[in-house]
């Protein structure tokens, strides 16, 4: 079997491994990225609390009166009572 002419030790000082830069660019700093998922989450949740706002104060959840005029039926027998439309 022939063996290889290097050994582990000289292998390991043949790498070069590349030297850490600092980040050149404000756009690959740690400050732009906590910022930016700042700006992410207040986003989402500002938008949730405008979505929530609107269902407190302009949603009307009462029922239309539609639904007394059409009865829903199923296979012939009604699910609601018929009601007289006024």
Sequence with gaps: MATSAKTPELLADDVQLPKEQP????FES???RLISIF??????SGLGMALAFYYLIFF???MPDIHL???VSIGGH???K???YQ
């Design 82 to 84: 018929v009601h007289e």
């Design 23 to 26: 980040p050149s660019e404000f």
């Design 69 to 71: 005029k059409f009865p």
């Design 39 to 44: 700006i992410y989450l207040s986003g989402i």
């Design 30 to 32: 740690k400050t732009f």
């Design 78 to 80: 009604p699910v609601q």
């Design 60 to 62: 009307d959840s009462r």
